[in-house]
């Protein structure tokens, strides 16, 4: 792959909520997972696990969650809260549509992975997930590079408890994020995001980089 290549699909790898429930074939699935074993973790000691469910009646279990949590939640935080930087109103509302899409059809993606770490019986502080999301963001890219829909999606954590025994982890094994994977239903285009100089700074904080 060139750096052209490389570059090219992280400008692409948008959240894809829109997903065909058509199988996934297994060799893609396992490549995904190589791409996330290959992040850096720290002091590689590599405490991520990865559950891969296509059992129908687990992920209904953790959708009636995930649809409480957007009915609670986010649902409401949607409707009254104003585009993200670099989003026009228009986008908004189609982004709010594909979540609640997602909302909806959560356990008709073919595939989940589910990313977890063993954080036995600490209570996971901030840095927690600095071993879990590298691994993420690789699986994302490669679902893309594959031509596979996904979404980073935490919400089942409002209900950790419960989502966690839905999905039988055992004790002092947490989930960290929930990756449907499946093909899109629409097309890959460039993610929405605020310019560099609003959020880049140089040597003091407010200074815009590049000025």
């Not at 290549?5 to 909520?17: H, N």
């Not at 609670?72 to 109103?89: F, L, M, N």
């Not at 089942?156 to 899109?184: C, K, Q, R, W």
Request: hydrophobic content about 40%; glycine content about 8%.
């Amino acid at each position: 792959m060139s750096e052209t290549d490389l570059f090219e699909i992280i400008r692409t790898t948008r959240a894809m909520r829109r997903i065909k429930p058509d199988p996934v074939p297994e060799a893609l699935v396992r490549q995904i997972l190589e791409a996330g074993i290959c992040a850096p973790s720290g002091g590689n000691y590599q405490r991520w696990k990865f559950l891969v469910i296509k059992d129908v009646a687990v992920k209904q279990k953790v959708q009636a969650l995930y649809k409480r949590a957007y009915d609670e939640v986010i649902g409401p935080r949607y409707a009254t809260s104003a585009p993200p930087p670099g989003v026009t109103p228009e986008k908004y509302a189609r982004q709010h549509a594909a979540v609640e899409y997602l909302t909806d059809h959560f356990h008709e993606a073919p595939v989940w992975i589910v990313v977890c770490q063993e954080d036995g019986a600490a209570t996971p502080g901030r840095t927690a997930g600095a071993s879990v999301y590298p691994a993420v963001q690789n699986m994302l890219l490669a679902a893309r590079a594959l031509g596979l829909a996904s979404t980073l999606t935490t919400r089942h954590t409002m209900f950790a408890a419960e989502a966690d025994a839905a999905m039988g982890l055992p004790p002092g094994v947490n989930s960290y994020a929930i990756l449907p994977i499946g093909y899109p239903m629409g097309k890959f285009g460039p993610v929405g995001r605020a310019s560099l100089e609003k959020v880049a700074f140089a040597e003091t904080w407010g200074t815009p980089y590049g000025t």
